[in-house]
Nanobody, 113 residues
Framework: QLLESGGDWVQPGGSLRLTCTAS????????MSWYRRAPGKDREWVGG???????DFTDSVKGRFTIGRDKDNASAYLEMKNLQPEDTGVYYC?????????WGQGTQVTVSS
């Protein structure tokens, strides 16, 4: 089970850190990804981190978002800087492990003035 937290309202140019916390340490045995769903749009991939720590991001967030892991707490984070209104949406963490896909319930990020 995955649980996202940290969503909030921020002004353009602001920052937020989202956390994805897993219910058990098996979370540390595979990579994970962040997705988001903007209002009226399909869910899209934002970025991911491999088991070895390599990260990748969709072009629109490169240079502004980072992903990291906290293995002691079976969690991962999405650090978001210079947020823009187009970053508004519900953010989800996802993990594929042992032939199963796990999703969190999402956390709302709203960027507006």
């Amino acid at each position: 089970q995955l649980l996202e937290s940290g969503g909030d309202w921020v002004q353009p140019g602001g920052s937020l850190r989202l956390t994805c916390t897993a219910s058990d340490s098996n979370f540390n045995l595979a990579g994970m990804s962040w997705y988001r769903r903007a209002p009226g749009k399909d869910r899209e991939w934002v970025g991911g981190i491999t088991l070895g720590g390599t990260t990748d991001f969709t072009d629109s967030v490169k240079g502004r978002f980072t992903i990291g892991r906290d293995k002691d707490n079976a969690s991962a984070y999405l650090e978001m800087k210079n947020l823009q209104p187009e970053d508004t949406g519900v953010y989800y963490c996802r993990q594929y492990r042992n032939e199963r896909t796990y999703w969190g319930q999402g956390t709302q990020v709203t960027v507006s003035s």
